[in-house]
């Protein structure tokens, strides 16, 4: 992995979600040195800067499902764009948000290269509600059903229709905030789902293991989008939506170094990082510790 580029993609969106400040994720992880960090690991790294995100001054029609909507689809649209024309320039593309809604954008234009792509979802929720199941009509809890072609049509429809996963190719670690109607979709689809219940049971090497297997069997990439609301509040407070009960610091690096040494990760995303509601930026540098465990850093 060492001879790779790495292209940085910045994504300062809050659209997705309820609450201001994850906009000011990619500013906060800049600052907790994450070029530096994989500069000193040996990649070449190039910060290709943020998408301008245009912020309406409300949500949109009276009675709207999905918030935003139109802002999303433009900024998810470029995104897909963006992050096609890194792939092929042979750039490992590593987008950072900004609220986890940026995904649509992301797995859209890697879709564009990956007739079947595994995918690693590290999140305290599912994210694969649809508008009928979405109880906030916030597009940050939709994203992972719209990469498989469920949802409103101008979001699956980003990239072609025919770009999206197999949901038996992806796994979601982390799980402790899942709706009821997603809980109806993960079982129909044959989405895997490791919970909380499921790590404190088997352990975080028994999850991993079992997940790397199920991600990489027939797939032609990987993807990681890293959620840091995953990771227990205690360790990663500046989240916009935390849940107790999380991932732990050890068990998070050992997941990412797990991943570091199967070899199989050919893109990722760090998103939800909210400054406003952290502590002296802790959140960003437990997400750039991870980005360096994830990308081969060793204790020894």
Not at 109 to 120: F, M, P, T
Not at 208 to 215: D, G, P, Q, T
Not at 262 to 279: H, K, Q
Request: charged residues 25%; glycine residues 12%; hydrophobic residues 40%.
């Amino acid at each position: 992995m060492k001879q790779m580029t790495i292209s940085m993609i910045g994504v300062p969106m809050d659209l997705g979600a309820d609450r201001r400040g994850v906009d000011m994720g990619p500013s906060a992880l800049r600052c907790a040195h994450l070029q530096q960090r994989m500069e000193k690991l040996g990649y070449t790294f190039h910060d290709k800067g943020n998408l301008v995100v245009e912020r309406p001054g409300d949500y949109g029609p009276e009675g709207e499902k999905l918030k935003y909507l139109p802002e999303i689809i433009k900024v998810s649209t470029e995104l897909c764009r963006k992050v096609d024309a890194e792939i092929k320039q042979g750039a490992f593309p590593l987008v950072v948000g900004g609220d986890h809604s940026i995904s649509i954008g992301t797995l859209k234009g890697i879709l564009q290269h990956k007739k079947r792509l595994g995918v690693i979802w590290f999140d305290a929720h599912a994210d694969v509600n649809i508008p009928e199941t979405s109880p906030s009509g916030n597009i940050h809890g939709m994203p992972l059903a719209v990469a498989m072609g469920y949802g409103h049509p101008d979001l699956t429809g980003i990239g072609g229709q025919e770009a999206k996963l197999n949901p038996t190719d992806v796994v979601i670690v982390g799980a402790r905030s899942v709706d009821e109607g997603e809980r109806d979709f993960i079982r129909s689809k044959g989405v895997h789902i490791y919970t909380m219940h499921d790590i404190d049971r088997m352990g975080m090497t028994k999850v991993m293991e079992e997940a790397i297997a199920a991600v990489s069997k027939h797939t032609d990439g990987v993807h990681l989008s890293l959620d840091l609301d995953a990771i227990d509040p205690l360790d990663a407070p500046g989240v916009g939506t935390p849940v107790p009960g999380g991932v732990t610091y050890r068990e998070s690096h050992l997941a990412m170094e797990m991943l570091a040494d199967a070899g199989i990760i050919t893109s990722a995303e760090l998103v939800e990082v909210n400054p406003i509601l952290d502590t002296m930026n802790r959140t960003a540098e437990v997400a750039v510790a991870l980005a360096g465990s994830l990308f081969g850093e060793k204790i020894m």
